[in-house]
Nanobody
Framework: QVRMVESGGGLVQAGGSLRPPCAVS???FSWYDRGWYRQAPEKQR????????????KYGDSLRGRFTVSRDNAKNTVDLQMNSLQPEDTGVYYC?????????WGQGTQVTVSS
């Protein structure tokens, strides 16, 4: 059974930081592209950051430099370091792992940034 469990969300003031981890089990994680998406209220889910199995990275518009994705294959985790958070970063953050047609998602963790 594949499990992806995010944690570490919460309420933070503008300018603050969060680092939600995602613990993954049940798949050969190192083979997968892995990363984070987010969804704000009444908006579509959008890319935050992904890291391929070869460790190349891709970030959503304007997020590179503030957000950093990292992974630990030994621990089967994918973390998201978020700095200089702004109210527009508020949303539910989902971690994901993708290999060809297989895609797995966590249940999401709420991040709320107050002004």
């Amino acid at each position: 059974q594949v499990r992806m469990v995010e944690s570490g969300g919460g309420l933070v003031q503008a300018g603050g930081s969060l680092r939600p981890p995602c613990a993954v089990s049940g798949i050969a994680f190192s083979w997968y592209d892995r990363g984070w998406y987010r969804q704000a209220p009444e908006k579509q889910r959008e890319l935050v950051a992904v890291m391929s199995s070869s460790c190349s990275t891709k970030y959503g518009d304007s997020l590179r430099g503030r957000f950093t994705v990292s992974r630990d294959n030994a621990k089967n985790t994918v973390d998201l370091q978020m700095n200089s958070l702004q109210p527009e970063d508020t949303g539910v953050y989902y971690c994901t792992a993708v290999l060809r047609l297989d895609a797995y998602w966590g249940q999401g963790t709420q991040v709320t940034v107050s002004s």
